[in-house]
């Protein structure tokens, strides 16, 4: 037999379509003739040229995210961090000033203490739950503020309504990082946010096996240049996390529902527990920004529960090991329950007088909660309690 050349590949004719959308790996796509190729290049005809531009799977993913914040145009990069990346360096010079809030994601306020500023784009963080605060960080050449609407790790609510009126009326764009709270608490395109971003690795992806981001934009002049920033930089996602996330989005909405439900119980049950000092929910009435969650998000508390033991780190200590089925991990959104330490993961770099200002102390933990049956889950609480109050 002669051989044959391959490629490009044929996929077989099929008058019935698939129910769910096929992985698509290829790098490159084939185009019949320059003339073709140039009419996709001047938005004549719609197509993929090559992988780090855009491929089907994070098209495909990112239509779903832009339908759950009600935008379109938005995109999907390799991780939450390129969204805020794409953001924070795709669309920011040298001499602008950046206002973030003081309780951002901790690679986020990184990149407001470490990268931006050597870059030339000066910043200044300030506690977004009090709109007063960010009106005296702001400058004339404030380019943007980057908040997001409940903070890590004490529950704090931003005021999104009053940052969205004083960013219109000084003309800075407004960003906010919507992971914790998600689309079914808050819309902030509805309060007025410029550009929304996600961790899709978290609570919409949901499974812990994805690494992604999403950003959109109102205006589709940021947009484009936040596109063609993340291309050049090659920010791009990879098709398998992205149709890893699109299945893992399709039960989004029942597992925010459940895992909320169960916080809120943990919350409660928490609080009513010897050797627990603290219980921070946000649509608890001990929580100081109680009212503002209940019309911000509508009265959803979310999935995420702090509290601080009585004690310090032997306490600490003696409530991960005890809690056992409890995975002791930095991360959030996953169908399993999930906690961390601020003062030995996220806030570490912190000295305990900084972390003491912020209210986190050794005993302070936070938890995302997951999916388990609810009655295993306190039990798990109760072993950790129990332990921690002997230790
Ligand atoms: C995890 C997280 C990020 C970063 O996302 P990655 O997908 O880990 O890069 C950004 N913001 C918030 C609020 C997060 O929780």
Known sequence: ??????????????????????????????????????????????????????????????????????????????????????????????????????????????????????????????????????????????????????????????????????????????????????????????????????????????????????VAAKDPELMQRMNVFAVTTGMTASPFDCWLAERGLATFPIRFQRAQETAKRLADHLAGQAGVAKVLYPTRSDHPDMSRAQSLLQGQGGNMVSFILDGGRAQANAFAHAAKGIAFAPTLGDVGTTLSHPASSSHRALTPEGRAALGITEGFFRVSVGLEDPEALLACFDDGLSAARSA
């Not at 030339?120 to 908040?147: C, K, N, Q, Y």
């Open 1 to 214: 037999m002669k051989p044959t050349i391959q490629r490009p590949v044929t996929i077989p004719d099929s008058l019935s379509t698939p129910v769910i959308t096929p992985i698509m790996p290829s790098v490159v796509y084939a185009s019949r003739t320059p003339d073709e190729l140039d009419s996709q290049y001047e938005g004549r005809a719609s197509g993929y040229t090559y992988a780090r531009e855009g491929h089907p799977n994070a098209s495909v993913l990112a239509a779903r995210i832009d339908a759950l914040e009600g935008v379109s145009g938005g995109i999907v990069l390799g991780s939450g961090m390129a969204a805020v990346t794409a953001v924070l360096l795709g669309l920011t010079k040298a001499g602008d000033h950046v206002v973030g809030g003081d309780q951002l994601y901790g690679r986020s306020l990184r990149m407001m203490a470490e990268d931006l500023p050597r870059l030339g784009i000066t910043t200044t963080l300030a506690d977004v739950s009090d709109v007063e605060a960010v009106e005296a960080a702001f400058r004339p050449e404030t380019r943007m503020v980057l908040i997001e609407v409940v903070s890590n790790p004490t529950l704090r609510l931003a005021d999104l309504d009053g940052i969205a009126a004083l960013c219109k009326s000084k003309g800075g764009l407004l960003v906010v990082d919507n992971t914790f709270t998600t689309p079914l608490a808050v819309k902030p395109f509805e309060h007025g946010a410029d550009i929304v971003l996600h961790s899709v690795t978290k609570l919409l992806a949901g499974h812990s096996d994805a690494t992604l981001g999403w």
